[in-house]
């Protein structure tokens, strides 16, 4: 199985640029979720999917876009990135419901804007 | 707004010492708890998860987890580590009906001295 698939590994834009980062998932999960990873904050929420169709903003979702046309695809859309937008970024999924939510991660995206 | 707190941001040890990583959380319902591991350079991979029944919950590699409901505490701990242990641990929370929402610590980096 290939689980959670992240494209590209790494990642050099200017400010200013646009870029997608790409996230696929074989798992037939209901949840994805995008997060970035900072030195000594952990991994913070960027935005999140329950579903097909439907998105919602996570802690930091500032300066980044999200849609989920399928189950098994969720990309990120930076517009316009910021030196502030230097981070590694994971994607997870996992299933919704009440048990059994043990989020399954990408081999994530580190992202360099100078 | 709930929150994970890990009280050690670096933790040194020896090899055969054993190891305790502290995680409490802020929420008043029922909860999932997870400890992820992420070797240098890798992706989060599951070490362990509790989501019901016996709150002394064993994982990979050695590991293993308490959960004290009145203390909203899941700490970690191995009794003798390695080398190989050297990576970063976060704790993580999920709400019980928002299955896949996963709330991080700060995460905690472990260095294993030979």
């Known amino acids: 199985n290939a689980g959670v698939t992240q494209t590209p590994k790494f990642q050099v834009l200017k400010t200013g640029q646009s870029m997608t980062l790409q996230c696929a998932q074989d798992m037939n999960h209901e949840y994805m979720s995008w997060y970035r990873q900072d030195p000594g904050m952990g991994l913070r929420l960027i935005h999140y999917s329950v579903g097909a169709g439907i998105t919602d903003q996570g802690e930091v979702p500032n300066g980044y876009n999200v849609s989920r046309s399928t189950t098994e695809d969720f990309p990120l859309r930076l517009l316009s990135a910021a030196p502030s937008q230097t981070s590694v970024y994971f994607c997870?999924?996992?299933?919704?419901?009440?048990?059994?939510?043990?989020?399954?991660f990408g081999q994530g995206t580190r992202l360099t804007v100078v | 707004a709930q929150s994970v707190s890990q009280h050690n941001h670096h933790v040194i040890l020896s090899e055969a010492a054993s190891l305790e990583l502290g995680c409490n959380y802020s929420y008043g319902g029922t909860v999932n708890l997870f400890w992820y591991v992420q070797y240098p350079g890798q992706h989060l991979q599951l070490l362990l998860k509790?989501?019901?029944?016996?709150?002394l919950v064993k994982g990979i590699k050695g590991f293993e987890a308490e959960f004290i409901k009145s203390k909203f505490s899941f700490n970690l701990r191995k009794p003798s580590v390695q080398w190989s242990d050297t990576a970063e641990y976060f704790c993580a929370v999920s709400i019980y009906n928002q299955g896949g929402k996963l709330i991080f610590g700060q995460g905690t980096e472990l260095s294993v001295k030979p």
């Open positions: 509790y989501f019901s029944g016996d709150p």
């Open positions: 997870a999924s996992s299933h919704t419901g009440t048990e059994n939510t043990e989020a399954f």
